[in-house]
T-cell receptor, first 114, second 112 residues
Framework: GENVEQHPSTLSVQEGDSAVIKCTYSDSASNYFPWYKQELGKRPQLIID?????GEKKDQRIAVTLNKTAKHFSLHITETQPEDSAVYFC?????????????FGSGTRLLVRP | KAGVTQTPRYLIKTRGQQVTLSCSPISGHRSVSWYQQTPGQGLQFLFEYFSETQRNKGNFPGRFSGRQFSNSRSEMNVSTLELGDSALYLC???????????FGPGTRLTVT
């Protein structure tokens, strides 16, 4: 079945720097890739997503890039702020079984140092 | 619109008991998925429902079951609870099966 690997598991950056989190997926037919942010004790929140017919998508300080050939996608956060500190999860929806279940990466704990 | 709601928010049960968790999706959303979140296994897919039909199930034992009602509300049931079932159970709703999924606050289940 689909497998999603996420790196790094922890990331510490200085406020104002950029942060990049990378994910690879195994099902070449996957066509939807969301990113979620989960603060301590809260629900995962969808922050950005991308479909396989698009190579890049931006929303203010957040961007996601997708390389279908290499089967990897990345989250880019620019001008990081302390409130960006959270656990970030990437996910993919495998299409081989026509069910729209999210397969999640293992998460990246981002710490933005003031 | 009101977000996804889940009840109860916290639950403590003992081994061998059963539990039923409830999820009310965002109004108009017809697809509901359930996930289990634990520190060791991360976020794992349990099941997905659309129009009262379970369309897929994750790799969980038969003790885990669910259903969806005609108003799209969903319940999941875990029978014969084990210590390892302690987790945060999250449901997510989406307007259509291939659309973005929005999570509820979760039900934190502790099995003692």
């Amino acid at each position: 079945g689909e497998n999603v690997e996420q790196h790094p598991s922890t990331l510490s950056v200085q406020e104002g720097d950029s942060a990049v989190i990378k994910c690879t997926y195994s099902d070449s037919a996957s066509n939807y890739f969301p990113w979620y942010k989960q603060e301590l004790g809260k629900r995962p929140q969808l922050i950005i997503d991308i479909r396989s017919n698009v190579g890049e998508k931006k929303d203010q300080r957040i961007a996601v890039t997708l390389n279908k050939t290499a089967k990897h996608f990345s989250l880019h956060i620019t001008e990081t702020q302390p409130e960006d500190s959270a656990v970030y999860f990437c996910a993919a929806i495998p299409t081989m079984d026509s069910s729209y279940k999210l397969i999640f990466g293992s998460g990246t704990r981002l710490l933005v140092r003031p | 619109k009101a977000g996804v709601t889940q009840t109860p928010r916290y639950l403590i049960k003992t081994r061998g008991q059963q539990v039923t968790l409830s999820c009310s999706p965002i109004s108009g959303h017809r697809s509901v998925s359930w996930y289990q979140q634990t520190p060791g296994q991360g976020l794992q897919f349990l099941f997905e429902y659309f129009s009262e039909t379970q369309r897929n199930k994750g790799n969980f034992p038969g003790r885990f079951s669910g259903r969806q009602f005609s108003n799209s509300r969903s319940e999941m049931n875990v029978s014969t609870l084990e210590l390892g079932d302690s987790a945060l159970y999250l449901c997510a709703s989406s307007p259509n099966p291939d659309s973005e999924q929005y999570f509820g606050p979760g039900t934190r289940l502790t099995v003692t």
